[in-house]
């Protein structure tokens, strides 16, 4: 299975775009990433997942490079309700499944 | 419609004891998975069921079952509990086989669980 690496924290200033970075160097060709984020004392939410074009939805905007083996997690405007651990997890579809949750970035909005 | 709904919220055994959680996915859903959160370790995938049969096994010793029942609600078991076994124990519903599929997990608030 493909492992990630994310800083383990980052601040960002209210109203500012947030840009959460993830390396998986050993990604392969049909492996997705996710992005998930668990608020204090509250399960994990999904995010925004992709396997190699840009997405983008309500919540956030997913940029993978060419190459796959990173991506960056975008939140447009962040807020102080963003304050979250984010994870980003790399899935395959075939073989054997799970999900490997790493050690994720806690991103703390600042005021 | 209601969210993925575990109980109890806390729960606190002594070693030796065994436990049993319950996990309600939303209606509709039919995959129930299963994992422990712990500060050392992370999130660690337990397993996954769908309907009624278990697809997926995490890394965990045997002491650690579950069951899933006709109505997509499921039930996780830990035996001869010990005190490495306090966590945060999660589970994800999605509509078909979460984990071999793209669909997004839909995660309950958790059971804490404290074994002195």
């Known amino acids: 299975d493909a492992k990630t690496t994310q800083p383990t924290s980052m601040d960002c200033a209210e109203g500012r775009a947030a840009n959460l970075p993830c390396n998986h160097s050993?990604?392969?060709?049909?492996?997705?990433v996710y992005w998930y984020r668990q608020i204090h004392s509250q399960g994990p939410q999904y995010i925004i997942h992709?396997?190699?074009n840009n997405e983008t939805n309500e919540m956030a905007s997913l940029i993978i490079t060419e190459d796959r083996k990173s991506s960056t997690l975008i939140l447009p405007h962040a807020t102080l309700r963003d304050t979250a651990v984010y994870y980003c997890?790399?899935?395959?579809?075939?073989?054997?499944?799970?999900?490997?949750f790493g050690t994720g970035t806690r991103l703390k909005v600042l005021a | 419609k209601a969210g993925v709904t575990q109980t109890p919220r806390y729960l606190i055994k002594t070693r030796g004891q065994q436990v049993t959680l319950s996990c309600s996915p939303i209606?509709?859903?039919?995959?129930v998975s299963w994992y422990q959160q712990t500060p050392g370790q992370g999130l660690q995938f337990l397993f996954e069921?769908?309907?009624?049969?278990?697809?997926n096994k995490g890394n965990f010793p045997g002491r650690f079952s579950g069951r899933q029942f006709s109505n997509s609600r499921s039930e996780m078991n830990v035996s001869t509990l010990e005190l490495g076994d306090s966590a945060l124990y999660l589970c994800?519903?999605?509509?078909?086989?979460?984990?071999?599929?793209?669909?997004?997990?839909?995660f309950g608030s958790g059971t804490q669980l404290s074994v002195l």
């Open positions: 994800a519903s999605s509509f078909r086989q979460g984990l071999a599929t793209n669909e997004k997990l839909f």
């Open positions: 209606s509709g859903h039919r995959s």
């Open positions: 069921y769908f309907s009624e049969t278990q697809r």
């Open positions: 997890i790399v899935k395959t579809t075939s073989g054997t499944y799970k999900y490997i």
């Open positions: 050993t990604i392969s060709g049909n492996e997705y």
């Open positions: 992709g396997l190699k």
